[in-house]
């Protein structure tokens, strides 16, 4: 048996093993399998590899993203540079971190900006935010993160004032705002001065159009959700665990 799977500490319904498992059988890939492996803590994951020595990836969530680091004994550059691993290659007990957010990002972001190159606003500043931050820099975009804590960010939620957002025609939700089930949630940004210039993409998929985007949509700006983003994530740790993404991709220019 092949085996991949999931790690995370409440993993509830899970989109990887549901995409994993129709992928296996769609092409007929009968001796693999994608399962999920609830931690309480990360000190359970050496227990778990020793007892599953065929497991050859995992993918990585909340909220382990970031803790896992020590954990590896490789780290490709882009996830180094990211600061957080979404994949993990296992090959003779050896663990190499990898993080897809930033090649789902570029899916969901190039097709609804093409060669243009808008100022954004980051809505967010955890483990997503950090690999939009990458790609909007390795793109050379310039951007701004907005944050509830003074640090963390570029600027806190109060300084949302609409002149800012009217100077920002891309905005990317990076918070778990308006996710089910909270659906009726949205972030506080001043809806009145998104019009058709916006670009609104939101990370969320569940719901597909979350009250963000609902409302940008019917200002007339272009939205975009996080479908686009997953799909691309999943099949970018496909490749790696099959070795055939190569190992070092390039890092960003320095700026
Ligand atoms: P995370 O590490 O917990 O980061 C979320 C960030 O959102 C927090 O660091 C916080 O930033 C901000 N935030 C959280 N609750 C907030 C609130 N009530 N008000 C204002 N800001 C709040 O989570 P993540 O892994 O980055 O995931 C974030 C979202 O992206 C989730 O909805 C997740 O499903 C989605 N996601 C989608 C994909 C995809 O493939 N489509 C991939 C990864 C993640 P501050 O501390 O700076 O305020």
Redesign the pocket.
């Known amino acids: 048996m092949v085996r991949y799977g999931l790690i995370g500490e409440h993993l509830g319904h899970s989109f990887s093993q549901r995409y994993f498992t129709e992928k296996f059988a769609r092409e007929g890939s009968t001796d693999h399998r994608y399962d999920l492996f609830e931690l309480k803590d990360l000190d359970e994951l050496a227990p778990l590899l020793a007892d599953t020595p065929d497991l050859v990836g995992l993918n990585v969530?909340?909220?382990y993203?970031q803790a896992i680091l020590p954990m590896l004994n490789e780290l490709d550059p882009v996830a180094a540079a990211v600061g957080?691993v979404?994949t993990i290659r296992i090959r003779n007990g050896a663990m190499t971190g990898h993080n897809t957010?930033v090649e789902?990002?570029k899916a969901?972001l190039l097709p609804m900006i093409a060669d243009a190159r808008p100022r954004a606003l980051v809505?967010?500043?955890?483990?997503?935010?950090?690999?939009v931050v990458y790609v909007l820099r390795e793109l050379g975009l310039k951007f701004r993160?907005?944050?509830?804590?003074r640090g963390?960010?570029d600027l806190t939620?109060d300084l949302l004032d609409p002149a800012l957002v009217g100077a920002c025609p891309l905005i990317i939700?990076?918070?778990?705002?308006g996710?089910h089930p909270k659906v009726d949630?949205m972030?506080?940004v001043p809806m009145s001065a998104i019009g058709p210039r916006h670009i609104l993409l939101d990370?969320?998929?569940?719901p597909e159009r979350t009250r963000f985007l609902q409302e940008g949509a019917a200002r007339g700006a272009r939205i975009s959700?996080?479908?686009?983003?997953?799909?691309?994530?999943?099949e970018a740790a496909w490749r790696i665990w099959n070795g055939i993404t190569p190992f070092h991709t390039p890092a960003p220019p320095s700026r």
Do not use: C
Not at 145 to 149: A, D, K, L
């Open positions: 969530t909340i909220p993203k957080a979404n957010d789902g990002f969901m809505l967010g500043s955890g483990g997503a935010s950090r690999a993160v907005v944050s509830r804590s963390t960010g939620w939700n990076t918070t778990p705002i996710m949630d972030p506080e990370l969320i998929y569940n959700n996080g479908l686009a983003m997953l799909h691309a994530q999943a």
